[in-house]
């Protein structure tokens, strides 16, 4: 029965209820939600008893006021859809917890592959081997009646059952079917072996009359008679505080969710008559790689009560491994071929044994949640979340300056910091820039025509302002428009000396034009003197007077000491007249 065929029955039954009034609130059903620590269960197959129960619930809804489990064994509700937690790549791990487009739900977590031995279905890691929905491959489905098995869909009883009118059973063990179809154990007695007997079976002992298992009996734990204490649990023969590890408290008994009957995927979910429980699922018979020991499905290789052979347990502080009772891995961690891993951390055995994580660009790979991750080698991120690794470098990339998606408006990187353009005017202007601000705003036209972005100022002193640069370091170097490196450190202009190229390139990446009539080659207005920053006096009034007055000026083409900034000023009282460039920073 699919899982909106068991949301329908309740919808259904809960419809007749309302109609038939109000129901009392005592004896309410617990939910039959696995708790934390307790696996989801099922592997998605439904069968042919639960539909009858689910039809059944609903025909007789009038008579019974108790509500059906809302959603098959292993499935949680949420919102009004049944869901398998463990592989739902919507609801992985709990409602709502949804995982990216390029992740799977594996195990209750996500990751970018499924667990070995399962296949990714569209987001979900099924096991193709037993689901009757992916049998053999994504999208194969089962026929109504039929079972998946090894892969293959199948009528007939697997192997150890056999047919009796209709019904697989084990003649081994069935008591109503004992050794042959129809021959049923008289009251009082069981079918072991094939025989009725009024001994118990393998694994049991009597004790006053009652087979009792003594090896997880509280009130027989490892001889008749003797109980264990209050507050103490009996696991493998031995009075203990808490279960062993693969074992769980179920009322006071350790029981193995993934085999034991009556206990079968959680606490008290019982396996319908001819059926046993594998792998925490209800099934006609042993899924394959489990026996069959005294109507328990146990992994020899595992079983601490069942290791290497039926009846075999392992007892003290020792665990089955590979069908070895060998010294047990501490909680959270599996034994990986005598290797005690931690499957949710261990990027050798991620998630399951023997899975390892893949190697990633410029990274290390890393366990987390039991899923494959890249922690980025400093000095490089995935900004690019199509391409697995850590493919971009944030020391250079202007697209991602020391930071994915930080742009640098000069196009430059170095040492993850954005560097700076810088260039001197094409044009040559009289003393009379319009003071500093209508220099700077000749320096953001001049920017802005030639198609550089950000923010540019003149490198202008008078009487009352200094010439400065960049005052921290959150930039690297000053550039050319061509990229050629002026200095290194921009912070560095604020202290002005040898440059390592001279600022000889305008805007659109041209030599600078020389300026004749001044008292240097290739003039710029600076007002500067060096070590003040300004020249008092000297900046043609402040800069607003193209007629007379005197300058301060640098050298385009120099690059040795001061020169740049402070080579000349003009004794002609009419200097402030003939043409000089300026220098144009980026803020």
Known sequence: MSRMHSLFALLSVSAVLFLAGPLSCEGD?????????????????????????????????????????????????????????????????????????SDVCGNGSCATWCPSGTSNCAGKCVATEVDPSNCGGCGKTCKPGELCSSGACALTCQQGLTDCNGTCVNLSTDNANCGQCGQACPTGEVCSAKSCALTCQQGLTDCGGTCVNLSTDNANCGQCG?????????????????????????????????????????????????????????????????????????????????????????????????????????????????????????????????????????????????????????????????????????????????????????????????????FVSDDAFTGNLGGIAGANAICVNLANNAGLSGTFRAWLGDDTHIATGPTSSPHGAYRLVDGTVVVADATNLNSPGDLLHAINRTQWNQPVPATPGQCCDHAVFTGVVAAEHMSTGKNCDNWTNGASGEARMGSAIATIGNTWTSTCWSSNPSGCAAPAHIYCFQK
């Open 29 to 101: 059903s617990e939910s039959t939600t696995p708790g934390p620590g307790v696996d989801a269960g099922a592997d998605g197959h439904v069968d042919a008893t639960q539909d009858q129960a689910a039809d059944t619930t609903v025909e007789t809804a009038k008579d019974s006021p108790a509500e059906s489990a809302p959603c098959p064994a292993g499935d949680t509700l949420c919102g009004v859809e049944c869901v398998d937690l463990e592989t739902d790549p919507s609801n992985c791990g709990g409602c709502g917890v949804a995982c990216q487009a």
């Open 226 to 422: 003797q109980a264990c204490p209050a507050g103490e649990l009996c696991s493998a023969k031995t009075c203990a505080l808490t279960c062993q590890q693969g074992l769980t408290d179920c009322s006071g008994t350790c029981v193995n969710l993934s085999t034991d009957n009556a206990n079968c995927g959680q606490c008290g979910q019982a396996c319908p008559t001819g059926e046993l429980c594998s792998n925490k699922a209800c099934d006609v018979a042993c899924q394959q790689g489990l026996t069959e020991c005294s109507g328990l499905c146990a992994n020899l290789g595992s079983d601490n009560l069942n290791c290497g052979q039926c009846g075999h347990a392992c007892v003290g502080n020792t665990a089955c491994s590979q069908g070895y009772c060998v010294v047990a891995c501490p909680l959270g961690t599996t034994d990986c071929s005598g290797h005690c891993a931690d499957l949710t951390a261990d990027p050798q055995n991620c998630g399951s044994c023997g899975f390892v994580c893949p190697t990633f660009s410029h990274a290390t790979s890393t366990c987390s949640s039991s899923g494959c991750h890249a922690a980025c080698n400093a000095g490089w991120a995935d900004c690019k979340v199509n391409i697995n690794g850590c493919e971009t470098n944030l020391e250079n990339d202007p697209q991602n300056c020391g930071a994915c998606g930080n742009v640098c408006p000069s196009g430059f990187c170095s040492s993850s910091k954005c560097d700076l353009i810088v």
